[in-house]
């Protein structure tokens, strides 16, 4: 059984992640099928976010060519792909307002390609009432 041709990553798409080498082999490899949900974790500083970025932009320019292609992992890299989102808390945890507005992204199609992705830095610090809203989205593809 063969595997699904892809085209390979672009240079510089990992090119700021520094010391995850495992990381990105396996969401490199994940790129042309991945499942709905992925938990990155690691200490404060271990790139996370950088990390996060950089398999967006993987995924939202897979499949896509020369310019395009450029231009998507351009915009991912930046973040500010229109079908990336970057959820931040406001306060000591994720409230329940942000949680709905999450919800409501998850919810909306794509508007440039045929992938979203959503990515909720420190979901950790989500409150005990708020939790449970969030994990049915992130469970439920």
């Given amino acids: 059984m063969t595997s699904p041709a892809r ?3 672009a240079p510089g798409i990992w090119a700021q992640v520094v010391g995850q080498d495992r990381a990105v082999e396996e969401l490199d490899a994940s790129l042309p099928a991945p499942v709905h949900a992925y938990l990155l974790v690691g200490p404060r500083g271990s790139g996370k ?3 996060a970025r950089a398999f967006a932009a993987g995924l939202l320019s897979e499949g896509r060519e020369g310019e395009d292609r450029a231009r998507q992992i351009q ?3 930046s973040e500010m ?3 990336l989102t970057i959820v931040e808390r406001t306060g000591a945890s994720i409230l329940a307002a942000q949680a709905r507005d999450v919800v409501d992204l998850a ?3 794509p508007i440039e390609g045929d992938r979203k992705v959503l990515v909720l830095d420190e979901f950790h610090l ?3 009432q708020v939790g449970p809203m969030l994990l049915k989205t992130i469970e439920e593809p």
Wanted: charged letters at 30%.
């Fill in 107 to 109: 919810a909306r199609a």
């Fill in 81 to 83: 792909h229109r079908d």
């Fill in 126 to 128: 989500v409150s005990e």
């Fill in 49 to 51: 976010r950088t990390l």
């Fill in 75 to 77: 915009l991912a890299l």
């Fill in 7 to 9: 085209t390979a990553p």
